[in-house]
């Protein structure tokens, strides 16, 4: 008999599970304002709010904390994590941050300038508030494709080619900040973009002399992607293909939040050393010292180790495999998810779950609250909310995206627990039709303003 496929890793610390009534999480939902950032995590069963910085470690991660190097400057563990870089993703100059935003903003301090444009794919959403904070334009260059949730196709990540072209031949050179290319592309569902794609990238990058750089929270699942779907990769290392990836870029921001396995912690790559000296400057005003950015030693040594972990294949093929696990429950049960499954996340297309509501009336988020009503889960909405308004006329974003993001953390839930997710949903889509109203926006901030907004049921 063939052997199942098994877990990479054993557990040998737990925490509990809070279970709640149905009674109390209405309660909770309500004094929450229906904001799912509002809820205390004992309010939360299965918490899949996001997969960022709620990994757990391994017993080489704890271990190596003990070894930190708490020198202000030029500690070991800094040296620790410049070497793991250096082997990882091929650049030669770094600077550790203390997460992904913090990276960005490191960097857009030195490259983006008001008025400038940023092409790319799908930003994420503190990428593209660092960039309006700017008064600078993110311009969406996904491919067509990735809107249409239930099409197959094994790069929906990618950069359309021509759309980024048509950007950097209609502007003049100056006005270009950066491409930023995120791997892999959460706004469009965690979904992978291909080497071919990154190849093409770099052949316009240097035809119209701009620089390009890689959001690279998810690097390591972008790379088992391209081992498992493009031509060419099946006997190629995860860090093998990790350095291509990166070799096709000037430089990287990363939240090693996601793939690094660690609770907090970030870095900048670069290949030239202007750039980096620039940014250096802009790391000590906001991060601290060159040789910490924001970290501590034990911190710099736990990610250190984490970018060995996090880019082992069978590591990701549990991973991600587990993705696959609850999608599959999922679409078993009829529920509409977006196809094919992203790496980090499922996401649920609330326009076909909930189709009697406007997304005036924010579905994504109404199915948000129902779902964690239902059995505690706390997934994320993706949709017109966290698309925030125009900059310009104030007017919301209606990009006719209406997501519920249910991302897994790394190394943290079961299959037993993915059983119950799925289940969960199962029993909204069951009464989907009770559902009549959305939500309404009481309070909210100018940026960014899921993370804080006021609402309540219509
Ligand atoms: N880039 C991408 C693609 C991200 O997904 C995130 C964070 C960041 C940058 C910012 O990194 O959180 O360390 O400051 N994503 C989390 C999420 C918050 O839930 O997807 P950070």
């Known amino acids: 008999m063939e052997l199942p496929f098994i877990e990479p890793y054993k557990i040998k610390m737990v925490e509990p599970v809070y279970t709640s009534t149905r009674d109390q999480r209405e309660k909770w939902i309500s004094d929450a304002r229906f904001n799912m950032f509002n809820l205390k995590s004992e309010q939360v069963t299965i918490d899949l709010l996001t997969d960022s910085g709620t990994g757990?470690?391994?017993d080489r991660q704890w271990s190596v904390l003990m070894l930190g190097d708490e020198s202000y400057a030029g500690a070991s563990?800094?040296?620790?994590?410049?070497?793991?870089?250096?082997?990882?993703?091929g650049?030669?100059?770094?600077?550790?941050?203390?997460?992904?935003?913090?990276?960005?903003?490191?960097?857009?301090?030195?490259?983006?300038?008001?008025?400038?444009l940023v092409p790319g794919n799908s930003h994420f959403d503190t990428t593209k508030g660092h960039i309006e904070f700017r008064k600078a334009i993110p311009v969406d260059c996904t491919v067509d494709i990735a809107s249409d949730f239930t099409k197959w196709d094994p790069f929906k990540g990618n950069v359309d080619l021509d759309k980024l072209e048509d950007v950097l031949k209609k502007n003049p050179r100056e006005k270009i900040a950066c491409i930023i290319v995120t791997i892999t592309n959460n706004t469009a569902g965690g979904q992978p973009v291909s080497m071919a794609n990154l190849r093409g990238i770099r052949g316009l990058a240097d035809k119209y002399g701009v620089k390009f750089f890689l959001d690279s929270a998810r690097f390591a699942e972008n790379a088992w992607f391209i081992k498992t779907r493009e031509e060419g990769y099946a006997d190629k290392t995860i860090r093998e293909i990790a350095l291509e990836m990166f070799s096709y870029a000037d430089g990287m921001t990363m939240s090693a939040k996601k793939d690094a396995i660690v609770n907090m912690g970030g870095f900048i790559g670069f290949r030239d050393d202007e750039t980096f000296r620039n940014a250096s400057t802009y790391n000590i005003i906001y991060e601290g010292f060159i040789t910490y950015g924001g970290m501590s030693g034990r911190d710099m040594n736990a990610l250190a180790q984490g970018l060995y972990e996090g880019t082992d294949y069978e590591f990701l093929s549990s991973r991600i495999g587990?993705?696959?696990?609850?999608g599959s429950k999922?679409?078993?049960?009829?529920?509409?998810?977006?196809?094919?499954?992203g790496g980090h996340a499922i996401f649920i297309d609330a326009k076909r779950f909930l189709p009697q509501i406007p997304d005036e009336e924010f579905p994504a988020q109404a199915l948000c609250v129902e779902i964690y009503i239902e059995g505690g889960i706390r997934g994320t909405e993706i949709g017109t909310l966290m698309a925030d308004r125009d900059p310009v006329t104030r007017e919301n974003r209606f990009s006719g995206k209406e997501l519920v993001r249910l991302a897994i953390p790394r190394r943290v839930y079961t299959d037993n627990h993915m059983d119950y997710v799925a289940a969960v949903v199962k029993n909204v889509f069951d009464r989907k039709d009770s559902i009549k109203k959305g939500l309404r926006i009481v309070s909210e901030a100018p940026i960014l303003r899921h993370f804080t907004v006021e609402m309540e049921r219509i």
């Open 330 to 341: 999922m679409k078993e049960y009829g529920i509409p998810v977006l196809e094919p499954f």
């Open 91 to 116: 650049f030669k100059y770094f600077l550790p941050t203390h997460q992904g935003r913090a990276a960005e903003n490191v960097l857009f301090s030195v490259l983006v300038r008001e008025g400038d």
């Open 322 to 326: 587990q993705t696959d696990y609850l």
């Open 56 to 58: 757990a470690m391994s």
């Open 77 to 89: 563990s800094y040296y620790n994590l410049k070497n793991a870089v250096a082997e990882i993703t």
